[in-house]
């Protein structure tokens, strides 16, 4: 890495990177219609495609077609509350203590859901 770096111009050395390490963390989760599907935890913004899911779930996107305007305002709405979520919410977990169980359960999203207005965007 670093000799890619330094034939690039970049100023880095090998010393640079001494105290580094990677962090293994648990994933986080939420089910979508039977599929269990992974994101990183909440000190990224992965866990606000969890939470768009949940919300997405409380809706019929089958029924209202693939790319419809219902289709594309409830996909756009949805992925607006989880992203004023992940605004307010999400940090680095080793300093902020933050309400993971309740962003992504179930009942939260169905509140959420239910603020879609299907006539105007938010």
Known sequence: MVAFLKAHDA???KSDFAEFFAK???PTSTTYHGYTVYKQSFGSQGPSLLQTLNI???FDLRAMGHNSTDYIHTLIEAMKLSYADRDT???DPDFVKIPAE???SKEYAKQR???IDMTRAS
Request: no cysteine.
């Open 113 to 115: 859901a239910a603020t």
């Open 56 to 58: 997405l779930e409380n």
């Open 11 to 13: 100023p880095f050395e």
């Open 89 to 91: 919410y999400y940090a």
């Open 102 to 104: 309740g962003l992504l």
């Open 24 to 26: 293994v963390e648990e």
